[in-house]
Structures are given as structure tokens and as C-alpha cells.
């Protein structure tokens, strides 16, 4: 057994070996607010989560391994991203030890620790590190729209000539790969950690099972993704509503962005009316679900918005000024205001790049973390559903 620091080694049960880390508690606590000492493990988190099932301890498992130090069970567990904050174990804990922060503390500390080079410790060291990021970034494309943009033509609207073609295709093929390699790398990582879990699949499982594997991932991407049914589960109309328009409005951004592209840019036979009808209508699911949750973290009347973390206004701006900035585009562009359209398409730029470049290693990768999580607790499931009926044992629902 390996141990980190001067505490004493501790021992899981069934565990060969396990690693202590003495600080993870304090270390978890520099991302979030919470008392998660003052727990004395009762248990009443697991029961009142909507999302916990009979023989889990989720999240009760979870906090007991900060509160040992140990940190690698932490990082592999695939409930860590089960929790989607809903409060309810924050409302009920009778030591106000607010779990609920905790877990969402704890999953910030996972970004940072999945992430290739420690881009992430570094973003999140400070607000100063976290808002200077996304200064840099504005600046340096600021720079290069403002220094390389074609001509204004007026009064006909012509981004793909404001914006030369060559430079967006340059541009976005530079961020793209920079941010699929990272997405790539830190999914990984991630899946490193996941596959030291007795329970998860490891790479040569997913491939001599690639049929069931594929089922199981898409059924992730349909249910948890697309309609989120997990989540429908652990909240309030309200709440499960905003959450779905947000997702759903960013994806139809890229969507209305991705047609208008191969319009202009390939001369697909597609009436231009429809991209700015997609973008329309995102844009304002964007925008409705962005303030949504804003307005719940400037007021702070649920448990789950009593703290916000800088990072998590930061992506609800974001999110919010891709929404506006969007909306507004089509706007400008249907009621002809030239000047106007072209400065919010750089604006629109702007944030984007923002958004997308930094989203690897901020709360927005949680959009991949998540499924990659629960598609291995699918195939866990699975796979000890199998193991039990060579033995002549139904498996549990």
C-alpha cells in the first residue's frame, strides 16, 4: 500500500492496495463551498437522492472517499457524475453538511485532475487565471478579425466576405483540432481512472463486445443526453425544462451556423431561411435557459444555488452571450442593419471562440464526462447481469 503524507494507511474492503491522500478534502474545498466534515455518515443523502438505487451508496460512497483521502477511488467512480445538484440531500442533511455542494466540488476537482497538462489547474487556480483566459482569447481573435476582415460591403450583407472563407476555414480548423485533441485526451484520462473501477469495462471488453458496447452508448446519448431523463427524474419541471433548452439551443447554434456555412461556403441548394429560422429559435432557447438559471443564482432561494462557483457564472455568460449574440445576428441580418450585423458576427465570433476553446477544461466538458460515465455504469450493469445468469441467478432491475 502506498501512502501520500504522514496519515496513516487506510484500507478498502476487497481493495489490494489504496493511495491516501491526506489533503483531498482541502484541495476539493478550494472549489466549492460546503461542510462536508460536520457528516457522520448517516446515510440520509443516499436515501433522499431520487437517483439512488437499492445496494448503491451514491453519494454517501463518494464522500466517505474525500473524507480518507482517497483520491483515485474518487476519480474512478462513475457516481461521482451521477449527481446532477438537484439539492435534495442538501435540504434534508441533518448536520447541513450541504452534499450536494460537495459533489459538484468534487466534480470540478475531477476536471482539473482528467485534464491533459494541467490546463485546467491552471484556469481554475484563481478568478484572476479563470476571467485573464478568456481576456487572452478575446484579444487575440479581436485581433486577428479586426487586422485580416475583408470588406463592409453596404448595404447588402456579406459576412462570408467580412470574414474571408480562408480565414474561417483556417481558423476554425486550428480550434477544432486543438479542441478535439484535447477533448480526446482528457476523455482518456478520464477513462484511465474509470477502468481502475472493478466494475468498469477496459478497452479490450469494449471492443470484443462492440455490438452491446454501441447499444448501450447510444441509449446514453438518447436518454441522458437528448432528453435527459435522469435528470426529469431528480427536479422540478422548471429546472429539467431550462436545462433541456439550453442544450438543445446550443446544439441548434451549431446547427444553424453549420448550414449557413455549407450555403455560403459550398454552395449547398438549401433556402437560406432555414438556418435563420434554426438560429432564431435556438438562440432563444439559449437565452431562456441561460437566464433561467442566472436569475435562480442571483436570487439563491434553492440549495443548489445557495454557492456558485466564478466558473459557473462564467459559462452561463457564455452561454448567454452566444444565445444573445446569435439571436441578434438573425435579427440584424432580416431587418438589413449592415453596421450592426457585422460588428455582433464579430462579437458572435468572439464569444464562440471563447466558449469552444476553453470547453475541454471548464464545466461545459461535463457534457462529455457525464455520458462517458454512465455509459460505463450501462456496461457494468450489463456485464454483471451476464456473469450472474451463467450462474443461474436473475439480475436486479
Known sequence: ??????????????????????????????????????????????????????????PRKIIRYAT?????????????????????????????????????AARRYAIRKYSWGRISDAIYSSQTAFYGTLLVLSIILGTIIV???????????????????????????AMGVFVGLSAIANLMIMNSYLSRNKRAASASELVRSLPSSLDALLRVIVDEVAIQKRLKLCTDSGKYRAHLLLVWGFMGLLAATTLAYMIDGFNVALPYYVPRIVGVVSGLSLVYGSLYFLHKRVYRKEAYTTYSHFSDWAFLGLLLLTGITGFLLDVFMLTEMSLAAYLTYAVHLVVIFDLLT??????????????LALWQEELSKARVASELSLIGIPAVA
Not at 496519515?7 to 478498502?12: A, D, G, L, N, S
Not at 476519480?75 to 453538511?97: D, F, H, I, K, Q
Not at 476553453?358 to 455520458?371: D, E, I, S
Open 1 to 58: 500500500m502506498k501512502v501520500t503524507g504522514s496519515t496513516r494507511p487506510r484500507k478498502e474492503a476487497g481493495d489490494v492496495s489504496a493511495t491516501v491522500n491526506p489533503n483531498l478534502l482541502t484541495q476539493i474545498r478550494k472549489v466549492g463551498a460546503f461542510d462536508i466534515s460536520a457528516c457522520f455518515n448517516c446515510g440520509n443523502c443516499t436515501a433522499i437522492c431520487p437517483l439512488s438505487k437499492e445496494g448503491e451508496e451514491f
Open 68 to 104: 480518507v483521502g482517497l483520491e483515485e477511488k474518487l476519480l474512478s467512480s462513475p457516481e461521482l457524475w451521477s449527481c446532477y445538484y438537484c439539492g435534495e440531500c442538501t435540504e434534508t442533511c441533518p448536520r447541513e453538511a450541504d452534499p450536494g455542494a460537495f459533489m459538484m
Open 147 to 173: 487586422t485580416m476582415h475583408g470588406p463592409i460591403t453596404l448595404p447588402r450583407i456579406d459576412l462570408f466576405t467580412f470574414i474571408p472563407m480562408a480565414t474561417i476555414d483556417k481558423a476554425g480548423m
Open 358 to 371: 476553453t470547453a475541454p477544461f471548464t464545466k461545459f466538458v461535463h457534457a462529455l464526462y457525464r455520458p
